[in-house]
């Protein structure tokens, strides 16, 4: 364990230093995002009523950690492929899931003050109120974690080339098709199906009862299903490391 945490700081330290020239660029981007997309979904519905309200502050944190997830941490990864770089930390003797893990505390870092900013101001925005839980904290570090496990689990699998394309098109159907903003029960049956397969809906959740409080059915399965997405993402992930180690 030791070895491994020895490991993981280096690492991410190293990532750190890597992009310590636009690591304010990011920063700002990041805030500028979920400011945006509060501001940006609220524009398509002229006249908000409160429950309304509340689904788009809390679907709008949620979408900015999927965006950094699903699109941005596997494009990196991509990015990685062609250049050499993910070779390169391929051969070093440390713990393939050490990598992992400090590729995706950076990333999480660089989110996270957008994130909350994002939330604070929506709850301002819109006149609701906070009533932050005491899981706040772990359901945002599993949320954030879960999606850019998946999203590194993508790119491992994916050829870089074409890594850009299959995240792009995860992320409109992501904005367009999945209930952060809204509901599950305005989707189609079929669809609504396929929701209560996939992580995405309980990330929602998880973010939406963390901070409010409301409209969760089973936060117990939330947790349960964003975990299981999250370890056989990590299972993925690390075979696939190992296997080109």
């Not at 398509?44 to 788009?56: G, K, M, S, V, Y």
């Not at 305005?186 to 998880?206: E, N, S």
Request: hydrophobic share 55%.
């Amino acid at each position: 364990m030791s070895d491994w945490l020895a490991s993981y700081r280096l690492l991410l330290l190293w990532q750190a230093r890597r992009f310590r020239p636009v690591v304010a660029m990011l920063v700002v981007i990041q805030v500028v995002l979920g400011l945006g997309i509060v501001y940006g979904l609220s524009f398509l519905i002229p006249h908000i009523d409160a429950r309304t309200a509340l689904f788009l502050s809390t679907g709008a944190p949620t979408l900015a950690l999927l965006i950094m997830g699903l699109n941005v941490v596997p494009q990196e990864l991509a990015q990685d492929k062609l250049t050499g770089t993910y070779d390169y930390m391929a051969a070093l003797p440390v713990p393939r899931l050490a990598v992992l893990g400090a590729h995706l505390t950076y990333w999480f870092a660089i989110q996270l003050p957008g994130t909350v900013l994002a939330l604070v101001v929506a709850s301002l925005r819109f006149h609701f109120h906070l009533s932050v839980s005491p899981l706040v904290v772990p359901a945002f570090v599993l949320v954030a974690f879960a999606g850019s496990v998946v999203g590194y689990a993508l790119a491992s699998v994916l050829r870089p080339e074409v890594t850009g394309n299959v995240t792009s098109f995860i992320a409109m159907g992501i904005l367009l098709f999945s209930p952060l903003d809204f509901p599950i029960s305005r989707l189609p049956g079929w669809l609504q199906i396929v929701h209560r397969i996939l992580p995405i809906k309980y990330m929602a959740d998880l973010i939406r009862w963390s901070t409010t409080g409301r409209f969760v059915d089973d936060v117990g399965l939330a947790f349960a299903v964003v975990g299981e997405w999250c370890v056989v993402s990590l299972i993925i992930t690390y075979r696939v490391a190992t296997r080109r180690r």
